[in-house]
């Protein structure tokens, strides 16, 4: 899941922390691709780290079991069924595609319905202690925490994802993703139909998508 889609499961608790937990992750990998950490070991040394340390379990826990599915499965597949007639070449992959274009749809899906809101989510990752992530960091054995600080910093000021109920925005972030792993930007024939294809099926999910935000929640219980 995607950010907005990971700050739904935390949105109700109103701890900062726990919603930074939630998403760091996946801002350590936008950040540095070689920054996966599969298992943390990491001792809380106070209230704020402990609820870092259960976001970021919490994230863990809804990967799995959103990415196992059976709405993701059908979902991405469908989804991919129209990408293969735009991404007809290598090295551009329509699964790759379709796995990413779903996460964002439903993050798009999420600000159109009112599930999120946006602006929170950056109020709350701006009211986070910089020590706090820090000392997480560096019990990670993180080198560089100026280097994420300074991304950190940029991710919240751009306020980007507070566009992404916007297909053709959609298609901009998808070409970025994409991007980093094959370089090539996305062509205007591959740019004008994804936007149709990624239309298309938001207003086909919509609005039965939250089912999968449900079906989720009760295997986290």
Same mark, same amino acid.
């Given at each position: 899941?995607?950010?907005?889609?990971?700050?739904?499961?935390?949105?109700?608790?109103?701890?900062?922390?726990?919603?930074?937990?939630?998403?760091?992750?996946?801002?350590?990998?936008?950040?540095?691709?070689?920054?996966?950490?599969?298992?943390?070991?990491?001792?809380?040394?106070?209230?704020?780290?402990?609820?870092?340390?259960?976001?970021?379990?919490?994230?863990?826990?809804?990967?799995?079991?959103?990415?196992?599915?059976?709405?993701?499965?059908?979902?991405?597949?469908?989804?991919?069924?129209?990408?293969?007639?735009?991404?007809?070449?290598?090295?551009?992959?329509?699964?790759?595609?379709?796995?990413?274009?779903?996460?964002?749809?439903?993050?798009?899906?999420?600000?159109?319905?009112?599930?999120?809101?946006?602006?929170?989510?950056?109020?709350?990752? *701006? /009211?986070?202690?910089?020590?706090?992530? =820090? %000392?997480?960091?560096?019990?990670?054995?993180?080198? !560089?925490?100026? +280097?994420?600080?300074?991304?950190?910093?940029?991710?919240? *000021? /751009?306020?980007?994802?507070?566009?992404? =109920? %916007?297909?053709?925005?959609?298609?901009?972030?998808? !070409?970025?993703? +994409?991007?980093?792993?094959?370089?090539?930007?996305?062509?205007?024939?591959?740019?004008?139909?994804?936007?149709?294809?990624?239309?298309?099926?938001?207003?086909?999910?919509?609005?039965?998508?939250?089912?999968?935000?449900?079906?989720?929640?009760?295997?986290?219980?």
């Amino acid at each position: 899941m995607n950010f907005l889609s990971h700050f739904y499961y935390t949105q109700s608790t109103a701890n900062p922390y726990y919603t930074m937990g939630a998403v760091l992750p996946d801002l350590f990998r936008n950040h540095h691709h070689d920054w996966k950490f599969h298992e943390i070991d990491v001792v809380p040394d106070g209230d704020d780290m402990s609820w870092l340390i259960k976001g970021w379990l919490l994230h863990i826990e809804v990967d799995r079991i959103f990415h196992s599915s059976a709405p993701f499965s059908a979902h991405t597949s469908h989804l991919r069924k129209k990408l293969v007639h735009v991404f007809t070449e290598p090295p551009k992959r329509p699964f790759f595609l379709a796995h990413i274009g779903y996460e964002l749809i439903l993050d798009a899906l999420l600000i159109q319905n009112k599930k999120v809101i946006a602006a929170e989510f950056y109020q709350q990752l *701006e /009211s986070c202690d910089p020590s706090v992530l =820090d %000392r997480f960091m560096v019990q990670l054995g993180v080198q !560089d925490t100026g +280097g994420f600080h300074k991304f950190l910093k940029n991710f919240i *000021e /751009s306020r980007y994802l507070g566009n992404y =109920d %916007r297909p053709k925005s959609l298609v901009h972030a998808l !070409d970025q993703i +994409g991007r980093r792993v094959w370089v090539e930007k996305f062509t205007d024939f591959e740019t004008k139909n994804t936007i149709e294809a990624i239309d298309s099926t938001m207003k086909e999910l919509n609005p039965a998508f939250i089912d999968v935000f449900h079906w989720v929640e009760k295997r986290l219980l």
